[in-house]
């Protein structure tokens, strides 16, 4: 019974750590998406509202739509983990 109890609280550890660790990887992520988008608004800025590639609108919207994509999978590791959203 006990080695049971061990080995039960030691996949919750494991859990809670690859979530954590999942949460890290999931920030860095969603950074350099929202850099990409800084850096395609700025191109677009430059060029007179006319985007260099016919194409950088819709990486934006794309970027966006994966952020929030993210967003969704980072409430759930927070859920996983039992951990407090920052």
């Known amino acids: ?10 996949q919750e550890q494991a859990v809670k750590e690859l979530a954590a660790l999942g949460l890290e990887r999931l920030g860095y992520a969603k950074d350099r998406r929202a850099a990409a988008n800084i850096l395609f608004q700025k ?10 590639l016919p194409t950088m609108n819709m990486l934006v919207q794309q970027n966006w739509i994966m952020i929030r994509q993210l967003d969704r999978i980072e409430q ?6 039992g951990l407090k959203e920052n």
């Open 1 to 10: 019974m006990a080695d049971q109890q061990n080995a039960t609280a030691l």
């Open 43 to 52: 191109l677009q800025s430059e060029d007179g509202g006319q985007p260099e």
């Open 76 to 81: 759930m590791l927070y859920q996983l983990a």
